[in-house]
């Protein structure tokens, strides 16, 4: 909150409130706004002159995912290197059924593998939880024969 409250004011044409600039870097920006229920965290790209913001994103006080999208907006990191919630959670069950599957690997294949958990672990601190819930409740098997 200190660095909120130290941050200057952003300027931008029919923007009202008391938004606070964050990060400003190659035409994308991560403001924050204060509100009665927390900091809502937005980010936008700049107007052509500069003078006003396109394309909003409102991230209520999930600052983390603000961050990856000022990063992914200003060029910072591709698009391609983030992997989604689900995706981190398929990759986090197929390294277990590796694991599990009594497979030879070495010791450095295992220690790999089980860094890879650890980080999805704290990039999705609910994977295992959803990784349970999918185990109690599979999905269905496609019937391909019509219903009448």
């Not at 400003?24 to 965290?41: C, I, K, S």
């Not at 002159?49 to 907006?73: C, M, P, S, V």
Request: with cysteine; aromatic share 10%; proline share 5%.
């Amino acid at each position: 909150m200190t660095l909120l409250e130290q941050a200057p004011p952003l300027q931008a044409q029919s923007l009202t409130g008391d938004y606070r600039l964050l990060a400003d870097f190659n035409g994308a920006v991560l403001a924050a706004h204060p509100t009665r229920l927390g900091v809502q965290f937005v980010t936008w790209d700049w107007s052509f002159d500069r003078t006003g913001l396109n394309q909003g994103n409102y991230f209520q006080e999930n600052y983390a995912g603000a961050k990856q999208d000022f990063a992914i907006r200003a060029g910072l990191i591709s698009k391609q290197q983030i992997f989604n919630q689900e995706q981190l959670i398929e990759i986090y069950r197929c390294c277990s059924d590796t694991l599990d599957a009594g497979y030879d690997l070495t010791a450095e294949q295992e220690k790999c593998m089980r860094g890879v958990q650890e980080q999805i672990a704290i990039a999705a601190p609910d994977a295992l939880e959803r990784i349970r819930e999918q185990e109690q409740h599979p999905m269905e098997p496609y019937n391909q024969e019509p219903i009448m």
